[in-house]
C-alpha cells in the first residue's frame, strides 16, 4: 500500500499560520462563555498538522438555546471535561510558543478573536499581528474571477467546493479545514 501523496509546498508561506476556531455559548464574547478552542498549524509545506482541542470550564454558562443547537455541546458532559479558563489560556499560550510568534488564521476571524481576547488579553504579543481570514479571502478572490461565484464565502460551502469532507461546529474539525481550504487558496492563486 502506498503513503497518500504530500501536498504540495505552498511557495509563498514561509511560515506556519495557527489556524484557530471557537464554539461559543451565544454571540457577545462580554455575556457569553467561550467553551471550546481548536488549534492546528498549517506548515509552509501544506500540511495541517498538531491539533490541539480544548474544552473552558466555566462556574456559570449564560448560554443562548440558539448557540447550543448549533454547536451540539452538552454542557454537563463539557464542564466534566474541562479545564479552567487559566489553564486553557496557557495550554494556548504553549502550542504557540512552540513554533513562534506567527500569524493567526481562521474563518470569520474577526468572531473568535473577540472571545479569545477575553481569555488570553496578551493575544497581541501571543500572535503576530497580521491575520488570515479564509472568508475574506475568498470573498476577493470571488470579485477577482478566480473563484466561481457560486461558491460563496460559508465554509461548508467552500470545503465542499474543494472537495475536503467536513461535519460543522466542531471547533477543531472548523480549525483544520479552515487551514485546508486556506491552503487550497493559496494553491488556486499560484496557478
Known sequence: MTAPASPAPLAA???????VDT??????PLRHPLLTVGLVTL??????????????????????EEAMAVNGID?????????PPEEVAQAVRRYAGEVG?????????????GFLRT??????????????DTKLSAQFLIHAGLLPRKVG????????HFGFEYRAHDALED????????????RLTAR
Open 119 to 132: 481569555l488570553l488579553p496578551d493575544l497581541g504579543s501571543v500572535f503576530r499581528r497580521g491575520r488570515v
Open 43 to 64: 506548515t509552509p509545506q501544506g500540511e495541517v498538522t498538531r491539533p490541539l482541542h480544548l474544552r473552558v470550564r466555566h462556574e456559570r454558562y449564560d448560554v443562548e
Open 153 to 160: 464565502t460559508p465554509l461548508d460551502q467552500l470545503a465542499g
Open 13 to 19: 508561506l514561509t511560515q506556519p499560520i495557527i489556524f
Open 175 to 186: 480549525a483544520a479545514v479552515t487551514a485546508r481550504v486556506y491552503a487550497a487558496l493559496l
Open 23 to 28: 464554539e461559543t455559548g451565544g454571540r457577545d
Open 75 to 83: 454542557l454537563e458532559a463539557h464542564h466534566a471535561g474541562a479545564q
Open 101 to 113: 510568534r506567527v500569524m493567526l488564521g481562521g474563518h470569520n476571524l474577526h468572531f473568535d478573536t
